[in-house]
T-cell receptor, first 113, second 107 residues
Framework: DADVTQTPRNRITKTGKRIMLECSQT?????MYWYRQDPGLGLRLIYY???????NKGEISDGYSVSRQAQAKFSLSLESAIPNQTALYFC????????????FGPGTRLTVT | GQSLEQPSEVTAVEGAIVQINCTYQ??????LSWYQQHDGGAPTFLSY????GLEETGRFSSFLSRSDSYGYLLLQELQMKDSASYFC????????FGIGTKLQVIP
């Protein structure tokens, strides 16, 4: 079984809809991250969490919110989706002693029409 | 803020050596990580340099020079499966990735 899983893997939604992307991990890591990837822009950090009670904004948090339900679960919500949120979204985890080594989920391809 | 610059594309011949450069401008710096991402796949960790010098892992090596704000990833004995995008990243405070270098290995 994969160490970091994301659901759904693909999603098409309409402008204005609320959508939640979910991430689960079995690596026992404290730290979890959400990124979006757009062609030519690399990976950009949306939110990160160092433990269940510690959530922080990343580079591009506007329009997004997150919830760390447990050490193993970190969900990303788009409260009112807009077309420029169409992207590939990745969840990642790391150990607290080695944030430079992150383990990524398979990604969720989100299309907002 | 943090900024990491990489070439957007590199082409190299199977069996050859290729170097992918990364220069950074940061208000603080911990070290340089490298990730590989195949088309349609997730990024995977390759290496990390906290100190100046060369780190070797099989066919891949990574180098860091803090005085020059510069690092590189060196891939030797290139194979077709090395065709992928390669990202450098810094994890000071928040995470910053370069835009990635798309490597095409040709026969």
């Amino acid at each position: 079984d994969a160490d970091v899983t994301q659901t759904p893997r693909n999603r098409i939604t309409k402008t204005g809809k609320r959508i939640m992307l979910e991430c689960s991990q079995t690596k026992g890591h404290d730290r979890m991250y959400w990124y979006r990837q757009d062609p030519g822009l690399g990976l950009r950090l949306i939110y990160y969490s160092f433990d269940v009670k510690d959530i922080n904004k990343g580079e591009i948090s506007d329009g997004y919110s997150v919830s760390r339900q447990a050490q193993a679960k970190f969900s990303l919500s788009l409260e009112s989706a807009i077309p420029n949120q169409t992207a590939l979204y990745f969840c990642a985890t790391s150990d607290s002693d080695s944030s430079y080594e992150q383990y990524f989920g398979p990604g969720t391809r989100l299309t907002v029409t | 803020g943090q900024s990491l610059e990489q070439p957007s594309e590199v082409t190299a011949v199977e069996g050859a050596i290729v170097q992918i450069n990364c220069t950074y401008q940061t208000s603080g710096f911990y070290g340089l990580s490298w990730y590989q991402q195949h088309d349609g796949g997730a990024p995977t960790f390759l290496s990390y340099n906290a100190l100046d010098g060369l780190e070797e892992t099989g066919r891949f090596s990574s180098f860091l020079s803090r005085s020059d704000s510069y690092g590189y990833l060196l891939l030797q004995e290139l194979q077709m499966k090395d065709s992928a995008s390669y990202f450098c990243a810094d994890f000071y405070q928040k995470v910053t990735f370069g835009i990635g270098t798309k490597l095409q290995v040709i026969p």
